[in-house]
Structures are given as structure tokens and as C-alpha cells.
T-cell receptor, first 113, second 114 residues
Framework: DGGITQSPKYLFRKEGQNVTLSCEQNLNHDAMYWYRQDPGQGLRLIYYSQIVNDFQKGDIAEGYSVSREKKESFPLTVTSAQKNPTAFYLC????????????FGSGTRLTVV | GENVEQHPSTLSVQEGDSAVIKCTYSDSASNYFPWYKQELGKGPQLIIDIRSNVGEKKDQRIAVTLNKTAKHFSLHITETQPEDSAVYFCAASLNSGGYQKVTFGIGTKLQVIP
């Protein structure tokens, strides 16, 4: 079955550490996205990529980094510069262009300990 | 930029009743409006969408209406069932340099009481 897989489901980070969240899709989608979800704030865009080797900052990119070396993969690194990283992180993919809904992964819950 | 407001933030209905969630958007260039359902601990799932050249779309018990003039769109769920309990997000999308820029509402937590 085609889909989008996020791992791990739960992640704990110590202060000052970088952590990387994995996102893999086998839908042959061109576009991939990372969103952060906090209670009462909906979904906020961190980074997006329309094609391999290209990505753009979203609305809240500070403290995060991404790479898009393969069409199937779009990992997100939460750096120590992100002051409030505890949140639910969602990866999504979509066909290129416009007017297409997203396929979301099941999310990674990151907690700072 | 685009701003999407969603109401109500929480909604409780009796099983079998209808539920309506309303959203407004600010940018008249938005031309695609998807709705997502998110169950606890999971990612959102696309349940229905509508394009700006259509006023209404139905899929079994769910329907979406769009009023471009007033810049609002609504999700209607009829004959609600307990499995409809979830958080629902509306979104508005516009074409920004070939990229689909999507703005989400803050979500509505729907509780269907058996």
C-alpha cells in the first residue's frame, strides 16, 4: 500500500541536542511538507519541498533544518536553536502543482526532557 | 497573507443529529478548500474538498458548501455516528508561484454522544 511513514512515533530530546525526524513516502509525490501542531494553534508550516534538492522555509523555520536528497525522503532536524521544540510534528506529501489534498503521516511527538 | 478562521472550536451533538463547522478566509485568490479529519494520536486525513468553481459537493453523509462572495465555506455531517468524533480542520489553498500555499483553521473538536 502506498503511504507516508514517520518515525519514530515518540522522541525525547535533552536540552542542547539535535534530533532528526524521519519522513518517507512511496506515493511518488513531488511535494513534501513539515508542519508543527500545538494545541489551539492548528498546523503551522515549517519547511516545504517541491522537488528533489530544493526546499523553502515556511512560516516558522527558525531552529529547524531539512534536506531533500531523494524524492521519497524529507527528514527534519530540530536543532538546539529551537527554543520550544515540544510539539507534534506532521509530515505530508502531495502531487506537484495545486488543487491536491495532502497525505499526512501519523506524526512524531517530540518532548524535551 | 491568507487568514482562515474556523468556528466553533468545540461541538457536541447527539448521535443521529447533524453537525456544521464553518470557516471564513480572507484572500480572494484562494481557490481550493480541503477538509481534514484527525483522530487522536494520528495524522489528519483528507475527507472532502471543493474547488472555487463549485458551490457544493457531497460524499455520502458529508457535504461542503462554498460561498466565494462572502468568502466562507462549511462542512456538514448528517446522521452523525460516534466514529465521527475527531478534530476537523478546514484549509484554504492558493497558487503561489506554482506552489500550493495552504492555510489551516485551528480545528473543531467534534464529540458525538451515543
Amino acid at each position: 500500500d502506498g503511504g507516508i511513514t514517520q518515525s519514530p512515533k515518540y522522541l525525547f530530546r535533552k536540552e542542547g541536542q539535535n534530533v532528526t525526524l524521519s519522513c518517507e513516502q512511496n506515493l511518488n509525490h513531488d511535494a513534501m511538507y513539515w508542519y508543527r501542531q500545538d494545541p489551539g494553534q492548528g498546523l503551522r508550516l515549517i519547511y516545504y519541498s517541491q522537488i528533489v534538492n530544493d526546499f523553502q522555509k515556511g512560516d516558522i523555520a527558525e531552529g529547524y533544518s531539512v534536506s531533500r536528497e531523494k524524492k521519497e525522503s524529507f527528514p527534519l532536524t530540530v536543532t538546539s536553536a529551537q527554543k520550544n521544540p515540544t510539539a507534534f510534528y506532521l509530515c505530508a506529501s502531495a502531487e506537484g502543482g495545486t488543487h491536491y489534498g495532502y497525505t499526512f503521516g501519523s506524526g512524531t511527538r517530540l518532548t524535551v526532557v | 497573507g491568507e487568514n482562515v478562521e474556523q468556528h466553533p472550536s468545540t461541538l457536541s451533538v447527539q448521535e443521529g443529529d447533524s453537525a456544521v463547522i464553518k470557516c471564513t478566509y480572507s484572500d480572494s485568490a484562494s481557490n481550493y478548500f480541503p477538509w481534514y479529519k484527525q483522530e487522536l494520536g494520528k495524522g489528519p486525513q483528507l475527507i472532502i474538498d471543493i474547488r472555487s468553481n463549485v458551490g457544493e459537493k457531497k460524499d455520502q453523509r458529508i457535504a461542503v458548501t462554498l460561498n466565494k462572495t462572502a468568502k466562507h465555506f462549511s462542512l456538514h455531517i448528517t446522521e452523525t455516528q460516534p466514529e465521527d468524533s475527531a478534530v476537523y480542520f478546514c484549509a484554504a489553498s492558493l497558487n503561489s508561484g506554482g506552489y500550493q500555499k495552504v492555510t489551516f483553521g485551528i480545528g473543531t473538536k467534534l464529540q458525538v454522544i451515543p
